[in-house]
């Protein structure tokens, strides 16, 4: 028993020395915290602390442009990634309506601002999904988006909508019946531009006075629509991005203009300008001047036309716009052409319209400039009784003017017929309506008057010569046959007849004897 006791003490005595000898006495000593060998280790023996996260880097738009990526960085392997986890931008490639909502509902996240989309073809986009509440820049660009529906949801952040490349149409770019736009307060860009659109949302600049279009591309959009934003903004170059290349549909289908012209939008500055120099024409009738065309010499020069039809004119306008090129006075009550000459405004004229007036000469144009370079002029239901046409006669040499002039009520004589009537066949490539240019007094056309019609000479003497020669041959035919019966009847019967023998005998008797 003494023996157990006796070992369990020496093995309690060996523990005892053996701690002692190994391990050191602890102290709480800041130099000797254990030196961890990486992040993970520090951040498992580190103390936790409640810090506020650092807010991520906004991706700042680039004025004019919304968030956009190119075709070689589409997913690989799904409709829709996110860019990178900094800029919170999703980008989707060549998805349909299907695809691109399931694709949208797994990589869009609370924190995704910006979401482009690439050839998408889509029936119907609804823009009130919750999904596009929280983005700042949205492009769904080079597709065809068949219609969008829906309205964008309340307090929405959109700052850059990009629809350009669709295939839209005015009737397609928003619901009927809802203002699909109406609570995008903050949108400072919209790029529409490459569709087919032919109303201008000119409310969006009425909530939006910050805002800038990019509608290049859509050259049918009225003029008029682009005319009343412009009125709203001091410069139009910055409400409207690709300015240059940005057209508009000029209705000119009013009045004499019966054409459509695709123009650059800085026509429509032009035209405010043109309006200005328009109300300067005298007399104030209240005339209508529209840009007809650039003309490029050197710099470029905008050539006017201007409609004063129907205004209740008694004379010629003048003080003209410069660069007046075309001219309409129809359907007034103009006599006269002589304001031409006067006029230097009327040097650049090219083409004028007096239809339906009292004109009853065009010795008015002789020696003016517009006569040796006139294209149009058409002076149809006037008053004109003749035409000199030595007045046009040179101008239709040189080249191929048009001359129009039915209407009037010609003098027909045998002057007419002679004259007017060869020249109205010999340049009739020139006198559309040479037809329709008919006499007075029912006589016809002029290009069907016969001479003996018209040519007629006042009678005197000279007139019955011939008469007078008749009856001379006749007496003298008469003549020789009575001397010649007489003859043979004192041959044959040795007597003369009664009419000859009783007619005294003559000293030349002896030769028929």
């Not at 006017?304 to 359907?331: E, F, H, M, Q």
């Amino acid at each position: 028993m003494w023996n157990i006791n006796r070992i369990t003490d020496v093995l309690w005595c060996s523990l005892l020395v053996y701690l002692t000898l190994h391990v050191p006495p602890l102290e709480t000593r800041l130099e000797e915290v254990p030196k961890y060998t990486n992040v993970e280790s520090l951040q498992s023996a580190a103390p936790a602390v409640t810090e506020e996260p650092r807010p991520e880097p906004r991706v700042e738009l680039k004025m004019g442009k919304c968030f956009h990526m190119s075709r070689e960085h589409c997913p690989k392997k799904a409709a829709c990634a996110p860019v990178d986890p900094v800029s919170r931008s999703v980008f989707c490639c060549d998805v349909d309506s299907f695809r691109l909502k399931e694709s949208l509902a797994l990589t869009v996240t609370q924190n995704t601002t910006n979401l482009h989309v690439l050839n998408a073809t889509i029936d119907e986009l609804d823009v009130s999904q919750s999904v596009f509440r929280r983005l700042m820049s949205m492009a769904l660009t080079d597709g065809n988006i068949g219609k969008i529906v829906g309205q964008f949801p309340k307090h929405s952040s959109l700052a850059c909508l990009n629809i350009s490349n669709n295939n839209l149409s005015s009737a397609t770019l928003q619901s009927s019946g809802q203002r699909t736009y109406a609570y995008l307060f903050n949108l400072t860009l919209l790029d529409a531009s490459a569709n087919n659109l032919t109303e201008f949302p000119l409310y969006l600049l009425q909530s939006n006075r910050k805002i800038r279009f990019d509608l290049s591309g859509n050259s049918y959009m009225p003029c008029k629509d682009y005319q009343r934003a412009m009125e709203t903004s001091n410069s139009s170059a910055d409400l409207f991005l690709n300015y240059n290349r940005t057209n508009c549909a000029l209705d000119l289908r009013q009045g004499w203009f019966e054409d459509v012209q695709i123009v650059q939008i800085d026509h429509l500055r032009v035209q405010k300008e043109l309006n200005a120099s328009c109300r300067e024409i005298r007399p104030a009738a209240n005339c209508t001047c529209v840009a007809d065309r650039l003309k490029l010499i050197g710099d470029a020069i905008s050539l006017v036309a201007v409609d004063c039809s129907a205004r209740g004119l008694t004379t010629l306008p003048t003080n003209l716009p410069a660069n007046t090129v075309k001219l309409n006075v129809s359907y007034n009550n103009i006599t006269s052409l002589s304001a031409m000459s006067d006029d230097p405004s009327y040097e650049q004229l090219l083409h004028l319209v007096a239809d339906h007036n009292d004109i009853d000469s065009i010795l008015g144009l002789e020696g003016t400039k517009f006569v040796d370079s006139f294209m149009l002029l058409s002076l149809t239901h006037n008053k004109l009784k003749s035409i000199p046409t030595y007045v046009l006669s040179n101008r239709f040499v040189a080249s191929a003017p048009t001359f129009l002039i039915s209407g009037n009520p010609i003098h027909c004589d045998c002057q007419t017929e002679k004259l007017f009537k060869p020249w109205l066949l010999e340049n009739l490539k020139n006198i559309p309506d040479y037809k329709s240019v008919e006499c007075t007094d029912r006589m016809g056309p002029v290009v069907e008057l016969v001479e003996v019609a018209v040519c007629h000479s006042p009678r005197d003497w000279t007139d019955y010569i011939y008469y007078v020669i008749t009856l001379e041959v006749l007496v003298l035919v008469l003549l020789i046959s009575k001397v010649t019966y007489d003859y043979w009847v004192f041959k044959t019967a040795g007597y003369l007849p009664w009419p000859a023998n009783k007619m005294p005998r003559l000293p030349c008797d002896w030769l028929c004897e």
